[in-house]
């Protein structure tokens, strides 16, 4: 969120304007004044608003725009409608010279909102296919690669965050200090659906059943004729979509206006597409009895004293950090809690450290319970990342002393991809467990990344915590190269043939952050980008083909992005 301050009820944007900021207090309901990330003045052209000076306001959803002063809050466009946001190389000519030069202009191309078609509402009833409205799929136009600007669950009954009657159960089979993460909900990726096909509508020239009635073949026959009226309407949707743009002007060189943007849009279609999971959504839809950013404060202080106090069990702390995790995923206020409090993440990083990085220094191999509570530790961070982009208390934290915090975190991070095999009875559960911990691992890193491009347009203070600063912190490590070796496997994976059909909507964002992931590297990295054309040139050339997209199903909101990363790939890595 793009809000600091003292106490969960003062919630003042980073670059305060209060003026703004009390219209947006009194004019946007409660859940969406919380969801504001960011605001910031410049000069809009659109069909609807012409040419006019006024603030452009961001929410995780959508764009607004109010006049400048205020006086009404507008809907510009939402994220589910948008194809492309792009800077534009021009000068225009309706600004001074100096601005001219220090100006970024940012166009948003969308599909435009079309008039409600009531003639045909009435078909859709009869037919039976009554639903939501389809949402515009994403697909962006091909132009250069992108850089990366974007990306009850365990708690007994009678939980702080939430309480849906389950209960952990620890299976014989698993150390008691790592409970089965089926029963306690960790976030694994699911096997892809099963693959199935829609019957056929019965043909009108189908002979009549004997003994049936005219009457029924007469409803049949207007049945299939309705039918096919809305599949001939559904196959002529994108030929009626008519896209629209606005164009947004920020009259200064250290705007983060378009970062902020791409952000906000990547972490919408990313969120649009977990919610296509069960599970997922399960998890991360508040409850109806949602308590008030007074009573979380109250409550996340309580978790965070029981989390930091002396002598606490790694089963009890494995079931706090899932309650800690469910919380942040759910509530915005608790994420800039966690941000601000420091304490909790400086616990984490060093928890981390312990579980990892200090066995491998030892020489000593990982156990099945040190992943498990190491992948719970880095999705927790991963959640909390969330809308944290432009908070201040952040960067502070991970920035404070030339970015200790952060280098820590990103040292503690890799690990190596191999497991010790020389013992082959616990081989199997071990490297599932490694997998799931190489996943989250991929998702904090995109975040960390993330951090760093938008760090680049904030002050010289902060500005060495760029993408290539995070690169050369973790070029000592001695398992980078095999790190990433495994991100780049498990792209190639699942793109080829023999992984099975469609993609989760956990696989499928997953397979975007790690595409972001590998084409960073390929971009800022000159040592990465050799061993990556070097050892994964020939896999990609012969594994990874147009068709693999297919498996990403068209009704996920992040495929569109996804496929464009996949053709810059093929083209970076392929490039001798």
């Not at 947006?24 to 809009?44: F, M, N, Q, S």
């Not at 002396?310 to 469910?326: A, K, P, S």
């Not at 070029?475 to 495994?486: A, K, S």
């Not at 790690?514 to 084409?519: D, T, W």
Request: aromatic share 6%.
């Amino acid at each position: 969120m793009a809000r600091t301050g003292s106490g969960s009820g003062s919630l003042l944007l980073t670059r305060r304007n209060a003026r703004l900021d009390s219209f947006l207090k009194r004019t946007a309901a409660r859940g969406l004044y919380e969801r504001i990330r960011a605001y910031e003045p410049c000069v809009v052209v659109s069909d609807a608003v012409g040419r006019a000076y006024m603030h452009a306001v961001l929410s995780d959803e959508r764009v607004y725009l109010t006049e400048f002063p205020p006086r009404a809050l507008t809907e510009a466009v939402s994220f589910g409608r948008v194809r492309d946001i792009e800077l534009v190389n021009d000068l225009p000519g309706f600004l001074s010279a100096k601005d001219r030069e220090r100006c970024q202009h940012i166009r948003i191309t969308y599909v435009a909102e079309k008039p409600a078609r009531q003639d045909r509402d009435w078909l859709r009833r009869r037919d039976g296919r009554e639903g939501f409205p389809p949402v515009a799929p994403p697909t962006r136009r091909a132009s250069q690669c992108p850089t990366i600007t974007h990306s009850s669950e365990g708690r007994p009954a009678g939980s702080r965050w939430i309480n849906e009657g389950i209960k952990p159960v620890l299976k014989p089979s698993r150390s008691a200090s790592c409970p089965n993460p089926e029963t306690l909900g960790l976030l694994t990726v699911p096997h892809p659906p099963p693959s199935s096909s829609r019957s056929a509508s019965p043909s009108s020239a189908s002979p009549p059943a004997e003994g049936r009635p005219e009457g029924a073949q007469v409803t049949r026959r207007f049945g299939s004729v309705l039918t096919r009226l809305l599949r001939r309407d559904e196959a002529h949707r994108e030929e009626e979509e008519r896209e629209a743009e606005l164009h947004l002007y920020a009259v200064s060189q250290t705007s983060k206006l378009y970062l902020q943007l791409q952000s906000s849009w990547n972490s919408f279609l990313m969120r649009s597409t977990l919610l296509l999971d069960p599970l997922y959504r399960r998890r991360s839809t508040a409850s109806s009895d949602s308590i008030s950013s007074e009573e979380t404060a109250q409550l996340f202080r309580q978790l965070s004293s029981e989390l930091l106090r002396d002598g606490i069990g790694v089963e009890e702390l494995y079931l706090l950090l899932q309650e800690l995790r469910t919380a942040a995923l759910r509530s915005v206020t608790l994420r800039r809690l966690f941000w601000r409090s420091g304490e909790v993440c400086v616990f984490l990083v060093q928890t981390l450290e312990d579980c990892l990085q200090g066995r491998q220094s030892l020489g000593g191999v990982y156990t099945t319970d040190q992943l498990l509570l190491s992948s719970l530790i880095v999705q927790t961070l991963t959640v909390t990342f969330t809308e944290a982009e432009v908070e201040e208390a952040t960067t502070r934290l991970l920035f404070a002393d030339k970015g200790a915090l952060l280098s820590r975190m990103l040292l503690a991070l890799i690990c190596d991809p191999q497991t010790d095999r020389r013992r082959p009875p616990t081989h199997s559960q071990l490297q599932a467990s490694l997998s799931e911990y190489l996943d989250a691992a991929c998702s904090l890193l995109f975040e960390l990344l993330l951090l760093g491009h938008q760090s680049s347009r904030r002050s010289s203070a902060e500005n060495f915590a760029s993408v290539g600063w995070i690169l050369r912190v973790l070029q000592p490590h001695p398992h980078l190269l095999p790190f990433v070796g495994y991100q780049a496997r498990q792209v190639v994976q699942v793109l080829s043939g023999l992984s099975g059909s469609f993609l989760s909507p956990v696989q499928a964002v997953l397979l975007f952050q790690r595409c972001r992931l590998l084409l960073t590297c390929l971009q800022h990295d000159e040592q990465l980008a050799q061993h990556l054309q070097t050892h994964f040139r020939e896999e990609f050339r012969y594994f990874v083909t147009p068709s693999s997209t297919e498996k990403l199903l068209p009704d996920y909101p992040i495929r569109g992005p996804t496929v464009k990363l996949i053709e810059c790939l093929l083209s970076l890595i392929g490039d001798k």
